[in-house]
């Protein structure tokens, strides 16, 4: 009975993870076929963007009691009513058919969003649901380093807004109209990122918390925007994702200005991170009094 169980768990657990494989290879195959499309077919025009041309349903900060996270365009989301406005018993397909409506994703996109987040928080994609502050699960969506939160050892509230990173987001923009560029974005991590490991003896960040740039992308760098939309989780009135394509923006796409910014992090290059924090490790040597 023990070795037909044994048997049973391993069949099970290969038959999941070849529909893993299939389904994602599936889904980069189609991101491929979208980026492609999006290379050959104009862009949506201005006002067409997303359903509703910039026209969003009343703003509602969250109150007592709503489920709030690390991720300003989520929050954004439910004080919108885009998603439920307490954040909570959503839909992880739900979620999926929302992003792209707000933010212009591509659907591949979307769909790897929310089924990192279902893999890393061990639950069915199809049938169970989460709240916001769910993805919270350290290296799920939330992780150290980040541009617009303190690390979770400093505050594990994750909703919480940290106004003085983001203040330093808006000011730093050298672009046109003090908009933020490549350059900006690699500067901004570089120094985030050695400051919170010096911060934080327990720093760790995931490869794919590497590649992140939808300040540049969606939202387009223009800091006038950001002011609102990392300040206060608001959308400025009239507001469309600086992304136009005609299936959204691919995960291909994604990465052709994510990879440079991460290249381009002179304390990744230098070691400046890596080595951040070692002082904690080293304690200053005792002076010896000399004999007289």
């Not at 070795?3 to 599936?26: E, M, N, P």
């Amino acid at each position: 009975m023990a070795i037909r169980i044994v048997v049973l768990h391993i069949t099970l657990g290969l038959v999941s993870t070849v529909q893993g494989v299939l389904t994602y290879a599936s889904m980069f195959l189609l991101d491929l076929l979208f980026t492609l499309c999006n290379l050959l077919t104009p862009n949506k025009p201005l006002g067409d963007v997303v359903p509703g041309g910039g026209q969003w349903p009343q703003y509602i900060p969250p109150r007592q009691g709503d489920s709030r996270c690390s991720c300003p365009a989520l929050n954004v989301m439910a004080n919108h009513g885009l998603i439920p406005r307490d954040g909570r018993n959503i839909e992880f397909i739900e979620l999926a058919n929302a992003i792209p409506r707000v933010y212009n994703l591509s659907p591949t996109f979307a769909f790897f969003l929310t089924s990192y987040a279902a893999f890393v928080l061990q639950r069915n994609y199809g049938t169970d649901r989460l709240g916001l502050s769910d993805i919270d699960a350290h290296n799920c969506i939330e992780h150290d380093g980040s541009l617009t939160r303190v690390d979770t050892v400093e505050d594990p509230n994750q909703g919480k807004i940290a106004h003085a990173l983001v203040d330093e987001i808006v000011k730093s923009g050298t672009g046109p109209d003090g908009n933020l560029t490549v350059a900006d974005m690699s500067r901004l991590l570089g120094k985030r990122r050695v400051d919170a490991k010096r911060r934080n003896s327990q720093f760790s960040l995931a490869p794919i918390h590497k590649l992140g740039s939808m300040l540049l992308t969606v939202f387009g760098g223009r800091v006038a925007d950001l002011k609102s939309i990392l300040g206060e989780e608001r959308l400025p009135e009239g507001w469309e994702p600086r992304v136009r394509r005609r299936m959204g923006l691919t995960i291909l796409e994604f990465n052709f200005t994510a990879i440079p910014v991460e290249l381009n992090i002179k304390e990744e290059a230098d070691g400046s991170i890596s080595r951040a924090g070692q002082e904690r490790h080293h304690l200053p040597k005792r002076e010896t009094k000399k004999e007289a």
